[in-house]
């Protein structure tokens, strides 16, 4: 760590000499859009550096011998380019190795499940709807509109969270609010429901396979894909795999065409998967009274689940 706190120092030391110090928004972007194109230039330095074009016999390429020393020397240069970006937007190196770490058990987990994971012909398949489930939202994102601006949303149970907010707020402050609630982290720290500790500790013992579901916006927020990690790691919840879709009701079924039963808490999507043959567990809500399908089974704890599933014993 203070290796790289000393590197960190002295490229920022550097910039400051060059480049001087950005501050506003569009300083920022500028000295970024600046630095890719510089940075894109020295990887492609890299490149040339290697016999990489494939009309080239291996003879020519025998008299080309591939020069380490510099393949490491254009490496540093790209990095220092994005050292550099990465300051400029106020990273540390503590934020570094946070962000690195996230990022890895991200990519860790989705390799292993698209790659390593058969589970698209295992019939012990379950899914398990993330907030409104095991996930105490929205009344996280109530929590946070209390910190930020001490006022009080009334959770009157329906599923219009946005508007519930806009009502008080105003549509303007309500999406400015939605975006910091995503960019602060805060999805880190919800407060658990249903015990999904011991929820899926038990369902894995029973040998299901364990697909958490989210339509929560990981391609617009990079963030979110890595904060919904560490919650599920935090709060020792195990699962096999992390499936993020806004129309998850619809690709959980593509994805995974054997699936045993899902668990819901939204009424629609509930009775999409059960009319498509499928048992869903449906936690029962204020805002989604009324459902009901043959292959819905309510449940007003999670807990209650293993009276239904055979083998299992309920406590």
């Known amino acids: 760590m203070e290796e790289l706190k000393k590197i960190w120092k002295r490229q920022k030391d550097f910039n400051k000499i060059v480049n001087g110090e950005p501050i506003t928004l569009k300083e ?12 894109n230039t ?25 020069k380490v020393s510099n393949i490491k020397e254009e490496c540093i240069d790209c990095w220092k380019y994005l050292l550099s970006i990465m300051q400029f937007w106020g990273m540390t190196p503590e ?10 058990d991200v990519v860790e987990i989705r390799y292993k499940q698209e790659k390593q994971l058969k589970l698209i012909e295992d019939k012990n398949v379950i899914a398990i709807d993330l907030d409104g489930c095991i996930a105490a939202y929205p009344k996280s994102y109530y929590d946070f509109i209390f910190k ?12 219009n969270v946005y508007g519930n907010v806009a009502a008080v707020l105003g549509e303007k402050r309500a999406k ?7 960019e602060s982290g805060q999805k880190r720290f919800i407060s658990c429901i249903n015990d999904p500790a011991k929820l899926t500790a038990k369902l894995k013992k029973l040998g299901f396979k364990i697909i958490i579901l989210s339509a929560r916006p990981y391609k617009e927020y990079s963030r979110i894909a890595g904060d919904t990690m560490f919650w599920l790691k935090r709060n020792n919840i195990k699962f096999d795999a992390l499936f993020f879709d806004e129309n998850k009701d619809d690709k959980i079924i593509q994805k995974f065409p054997k699936l045993n039963f899902m668990i819901e808490d939204d009424g629609n999507n509930a009775l999409k998967i059960a009319q498509k043959g499928y048992k869903v567990f449906l936690v029962n809500k204020l805002y989604n009274q009324g459902v009901s399908h043959e292959n819905i089974i309510r ?8 009276d239904f599933i055979k083998g299992a014993k309920h406590g």
């Open 28 to 39: 920022k972007e500028v000295l970024t859009k600046e630095f890719i194109l510089h940075l």
């Open 148 to 159: 930020r601006t001490g006022k009080r949303i009334k959770d009157d149970g329906s599923y």
């Open 42 to 66: 020295e990887v492609i330095e890299i490149l040339e550096n290697i016999n990489w074009k494939m009309h080239r016999e291996e003879t020519y390429n025998q008299y080309n011998p591939v």
């Open 95 to 104: 934020d570094f190795i946070e962000e690195f770490n996230k990022k890895s």
């Open 299 to 306: 449940v007003s704890r999670l807990n209650f689940i293993f």
């Open 176 to 182: 400015l609010l939605k975006h910091e609630y995503r």
